[in-house]
């Protein structure tokens, strides 16, 4: 499995709009196996994770002109770019 770990910086008031536009796009693109999108207790920067069934999966989904526009949007609640961490995942699991 293969995905992206990252890091985002909400603007003051915007979490509520920004977790309405994700749920807006509840079409999984071909290849996502899961994703996650946590608050940690200690820091206002949200962190989020992406699971893909490949490598090819990830780079044709960040491909897409749907992914882009929904980052477009997504980017109107941040304060600047989300910092990105992609790899393979080597060990896990959902219980």
Do not use: C
Request: proline residues 5%; glycine residues 8%; charged residues 25%.
């Amino acid at each position: 499995m293969y995905g992206t770990i990252f890091k985002l910086k909400i603007k003051d008031g915007h979490e509520d709009q920004l977790l309405n536009l994700m749920k807006e796009n509840n079409e999984p693109p071909e290849g996502m196996v899961a994703w996650f999108l946590m608050k940690p207790d200690d820091n206002q920067d949200w962190i989020g994770v992406a699971v893909f069934d490949s490598v090819e999966s990830h780079i044709s989904n960040a491909n897409r002109p749907e992914t882009n526009d929904n980052f477009m949007k997504m980017m109107e609640h941040l304060d600047g770019e989300p910092e990105w961490t992609d790899g393979h995942y080597v060990i896990g699991e959902l219980s």
